[in-house]
């Protein structure tokens, strides 16, 4: 049984890994994504331009690598089984605030926002899934005798 985690584990991750590598390997129509989608507040405007000072990088620019590296990062973690919660509590909020601005199927009319509502309910159950990791953990746990115990 432990095999089939590790290999469904692994097969889930994937998606992950695959979503930042093709995000970072066209960091610009990622960029333009982002910008079409994305509102930076006004409340975070000036440090958003310290940022983009420093980095010497457009805001949607710097986030569609960070969003690349992140999805690798999280997909490698889950794929290994290290630090499995984190970074699956991590992906749910990524998951969920993407398919906020990305897949917004209530904003559309009826006939042309199908698949935007398929792929609003396929983050819906990667988020479910997501979930399972957190409250599965690592995975069993190998009991150990008490201290006393022989």
């Known amino acids: 049984m432990p ?16 979503s930042g590598a093709t995000q970072l390997f066209d960091i610009h129509a990622t960029a333009d994504a982002i910008a079409g989608k994305v509102m930076i507040p006004a409340v975070i405007a ?7 000072t420093l980095t ?14 992140f999805q690798i990062i999280a997909g ?24 906020y601005y990305f897949h917004d199927f209530w ?3 009826p006939p042309d926002n199908g698949k935007t509502l398929v792929d609003a309910l396929k983050n819906l159950s990667l988020i479910g899934a997501l979930f399972m990791l957190v409250g ?10 008490a201290y006393g115990d022989v």
């Open 56 to 69: 010497g990088m457009q805001l949607p620019q710097l986030m569609a690598i960070i969003s690349g590296v």
């Open 3 to 18: 095999a089939f985690i590790i290999f469904g584990r692994v097969l889930f991750a994937a998606l992950f890994i695959y």
């Open 136 to 145: 599965y953990g690592r995975g069993p746990r190998i009991a150990e005798a």
């Open 107 to 109: 904003n559309q009319t």
């Open 76 to 99: 490698l973690m889950i794929a290994l089984n290290f630090g499995v919660r984190f970074f699956a509590i991590l992906l749910i909020i990524y998951v969920g605030l993407v398919t």
């Open 46 to 52: 000036p440090y958003t331009s310290q940022l983009e």
